[in-house]
């Protein structure tokens, strides 16, 4: 419908917004905002458009404006809210519902954002706290129901994320959310047969695309638990094209932080400017960081858990605290300056690391914090030149485990995650980053231990007291009880599923069921595999 001539600028524009012509409203509004640069309802109405396009900066300026001269403007709030959580500014989105807890029409949409702000931020009990509440107040929101299904399911309530799922399918039956969340729920509880069912007549019907890459990939996972591994193979594949298909951020970076190139890059560096042609690096005064390194797939997710339980250690998950360091002193054009830091310039990167640290810790009060990033091994150098002083846990487990693995996830997309899209580029990603890491630790004299992932799930008592005492900390029995500490505990990995069970070795050796598979990178990886001392005589 196309809104009146006779209608003013404003008019036109809310009308637009309420039929959901984003852009046109915009146009509207900014006529307006020429002639009145100061117009609430314009400022208004341009950033509740804003905000559905997906321009989040333009709504969060419009919004924040009428908001300072108009603080009552209760939907300019929620939108605020909205805008900021999409933003990632989630603490900042949580000030903003507040006031809305007593709005009587708004309420039930600031408690649906207050769950999601709660959940981005790891505070899972909180977001279900959230979800709880409305539905209590609201029992057919079938949104509510869905996403406190798939956040239990993420916290491994796995009966009462069913539950949940089959309310809000009986609420909603074509919700797509509910629908992989059971099918994730029935194949995790064993009733793997159930699952493939509900998947196949899932993916019968068109689906979106990330709708059918999740659904085929969760039927490739129960075809694998039922010993079918050719149909899991072919699944697998299919879920990865078309991600490359339609996933917008797919793209391989070779040149970016986490790239093939730079691991290259980086590799060279290091080897024609060993540390002793650095400047010197001057002392610190502060306890020396430790890092929980590795390729991805490699146990890291495993031993976070189980090194966070111990009650005097906590672990940050996969945060970039490096980010600042990297831009200002390590890309190719700032290396020089990296190898000649000054004293000044080596005191400010710590500073900026410990304070990112700090911001990113959910426990003040650990006496040691662990910061894992698996792809921060390509980073070694950096980690020396700061904090030569540091140590490393090096996660390690047969390259052959890992590259299937990294192929059989689904990733978001970010960093070095397209990679792991294809099999050839997941091969030649390992091999290039294991090497760059490899020469790295052997160069460099950090404080180092290897644990490999295969110790671990064979002994995990005696590979925790390896790494305690290596940290110099009292090993604690809490470290072998790990999966009853992490129950309401979301994990933002792709291993959570993982690393909830009963620990198990049937991922040992799992590359041998897809030897046919691996066939055109097995030689690749099999040289890796001599080379980490895995056995390949025969194989």
């Given at each position: 419908m196309t809104p009146s001539p006779d209608l003013n600028p404003l008019a036109a524009a809310e009308q637009a917004l309420t039929q959901s012509d984003f852009e046109r409203c915009v146009s509207l509004c900014e006529t307006q905002l020429s002639r009145d640069a100061v117009n609430l309802q314009a400022h208004l109405l341009r950033g509740l458009a804003s905000n559905q396009l997906g321009n989040l900066q333009r709504a969060i300026d419009d919004l924040v404006f009428v908001l300072e001269r108009e603080p009552g403007q209760a939907h300019g709030r929620l939108a605020l809210a909205q805008a900021l959580r999409?933003?990632?500014?989630?603490?900042?989105?949580?000030?903003?519902?507040?006031?809305?807890?007593?709005?009587?029409?708004?309420?039930?949409?600031?408690?649906?954002?207050?769950?999601?702000?709660?959940?981005?931020?790891?505070?899972?009990?909180?977001?279900?706290?959230?979800?709880?509440?409305?539905?209590?107040?609201?029992?057919?929101?079938?949104?509510?129901?869905a996403n406190l299904a798939a956040l239990l399911e993420k916290t491994n309530a796995l009966d009462e994320a069913l539950a949940w799922a089959d309310r809000a399918l009986r609420i909603a039956p074509a919700n797509r959310s509910a629908r992989l969340t059971r099918a994730a729920c029935l194949r995790r509880l064993g009733r793997l047969e159930e699952a493939v069912e509900f998947l196949q007549s899932m993916l019968a019907a068109p689906l979106p695309p990330m709708s059918e890459i999740m659904a085929t990939n969760q039927l490739a996972q129960a075809m694998d638990r039922l010993g079918n591994y050719r149909e899991a193979f072919a699944l697998y594949s299919r879920a990865n094209a078309l991600q490359q298909e339609h996933d917008p951020a797919y793209g391989l970076d070779h040149t970016g932080p986490y790239g093939l190139a730079m691991a290259d890059f980086l590799r060279d560096w290091l080897r024609n400017h060993p540390p002793a042609d650095w400047s010197p690096t001057p002392p610190d005064d502060r306890?020396?960081?430790?890092?929980?390194?590795?390729?991805?797939?490699?146990?890291?997710?495993?031993?976070?858990?189980?090194?966070?339980?111990?009650?005097?250690?906590?672990?940050?998950?996969?945060?970039?605290?490096?980010?600042?360091?990297?831009?200002?002193?390590?890309?190719?054009?700032?290396?020089?300056?990296?190898?000649?830091?000054?004293?000044?310039?080596?005191?400010?990167?710590?500073?900026?690391?410990?304070?990112?640290?700090?911001?990113?810790?959910?426990?003040?009060?650990?006496?040691?914090?662990?910061?894992?990033?698996?792809?921060?091994?390509?980073?070694?150098?950096?980690?020396?030149?700061?904090?030569?002083?540091?140590?490393?846990?090096?996660?390690?487990?047969?390259?052959?485990?890992?590259?299937?693995?990294?192929?059989?996830?689904?990733?978001?997309?970010?960093?070095?995650m397209p990679y792991f899209l294809r099999l050839d580029t997941t091969a030649a990603f390992y091999g290039a980053v294991m090497q760059q890491a490899r020469e790295a630790l052997d160069t460099l004299p950090l404080a180092q231990l290897t644990v490999r992932y295969e110790h671990v799930v064979q002994d995990l008592e005696q590979e925790t007291r390896r790494i305690t005492d290596f940290l110099g900390m009292a090993w604690d029995p809490a470290m072998l009880a790990y999966r009853e500490q992490q129950t309401g505990t979301a994990i933002n990995t792709p291993s959570y599923q993982q690393v909830s069970e009963p620990i198990y070795q049937r991922s040992m050796g799992r590359w041998q069921h897809y030897r046919e598979d691996l066939a055109p990178v097995l030689d690749k990886l099999h040289s890796w595999a001599e080379t980490l001392g895995y056995p390949t005589a025969g194989q």
């Open positions: 999409k933003n990632g500014h989630f603490e900042s989105a949580l000030s903003q519902l507040e006031p809305l807890w007593q709005h009587a029409q708004l309420r039930p949409h600031a408690l649906f954002e207050a769950a999601r702000a709660n959940h981005s931020l790891g505070r899972a009990s909180a977001a279900i706290a959230h979800y709880q509440t409305l539905l209590q107040e609201h029992p057919n929101h079938a949104g509510a129901a306890a020396p960081p430790v890092f929980l390194l590795g390729f991805p797939r490699s146990g890291t997710t495993l031993l976070d858990r189980v090194l966070g339980a111990h009650p005097r250690m906590a672990v940050i998950e996969e945060r970039e605290l490096f980010l600042e360091i990297r831009r200002r002193w390590m890309s190719r054009e700032s290396f020089p300056q990296f190898q000649q830091m000054s004293a000044k310039d080596i005191a400010q990167a710590r500073r900026i690391y410990r304070a990112a640290r700090a911001d990113a810790c959910r426990d003040p009060d650990a006496q040691l914090v662990i910061d894992k990033l698996p792809l921060n091994s390509m980073y070694l150098p950096l980690i020396y030149r700061l904090f030569p002083d540091a140590r490393v846990i090096f996660a390690q487990r047969d390259p052959r485990d890992v590259c299937l693995s990294c192929f059989f996830q689904t990733f978001e997309l970010v960093g070095a």
